[in-house]
Each structure stands twice: as C-alpha cells, then as structure tokens.
C-alpha cells in the first residue's frame, strides 16, 4: 500500500477532526502496547458511511464511530442545547466523510481532481465496523477520541 496514502488519510482525518470539531485523535494499535479500550455496551450502535473515489486512484472510503461518539459531535457542531436527531447525526456523518475524502486527496495530489460519490451513512451493530483486513489494495486507521475508537478504510480497485 502506498505510504504517502495513508499518511494523507492520517493527516486528513486528525485536521478535519481538530479543525470542525476541537477534537484531537490519538492513532490507536492494540499491539503497540496501548491500553485496550474500556468495555462498550454490546448493543451499541455504531455508524458505517462510505463513499467511492475516482481519479489518479479508484476505490472506496469507509468512515466507523460509534453513535453515541457522533452524536456527540453533531451536537456540539450545530451548536444545540438539545441532542442532535438521529437525522442530523447521520446527516453530520455524510458531511465529516466527504471531507476527510475530500480532504485526503487535496494532500495526496493536488494536480489531478477526484470525483466523490455522495456519501451514504448507516446504522450497524457494533462489532460489525471490521471490514476486510488489510491488503495490498486496503488498510485501516484507527484512532481514539475520549477513549472512543474511530476507524477509517480505504480499499483500492485495480
């Protein structure tokens, strides 16, 4: 996998975090000898969006937090007193991964454009944010933010 990919999604991600939402993200490896995480609630729900990418490189973009983390962010986004709709967090979550793609490839060449599907956000079980392992064509991020796991993948087609 290309390495300057993935310090751009790196770099992407923790600005877009930092700059939209005063959040900084530590990376996260189970066997780097960080501490495991806290217990979650097995019937937490997380969200999974995704968007398709194509220019210099084609694939897929795949943003996983838990509910509860993005509501969270919505919430403090839109400046509510009250939570944030299950409708403005999905909608939140749309937006923040169409910036991290966005922002992504703006880092990783700023001569070639890249066109960006709309992306689509989704209710899923936790547990279920594992998608395929890392491959020469994919690989995985993942970040804390207050002690709540966040993942990134990006998988590229040939």
Sequence with gaps: MDNELQAAAVGAISHVFETMFFVFLEPYTPDSGDPPLGPRPPDEPWLKCGLSFQG?????????LPFPLARELATNFLGLEDEASDHQVIDMTNELTNMICG????????VQGVALTIPEAEVIP????????????SFRL???????????EIQLEE
């Design 103 to 110: 922002n992504l490839f703006s880092r990783y060449d700023r």
């Design 126 to 137: 936790c547990g279920e944010s594992a998608g395929p392992g890392p491959s020469p064509e």
């Design 142 to 152: 993942d970040f804390l933010a207050d002690d709540q796991r966040i993942r990134l």
């Design 56 to 64: 210099k490189l084609r694939g897929q973009l795949r943003l996983f």
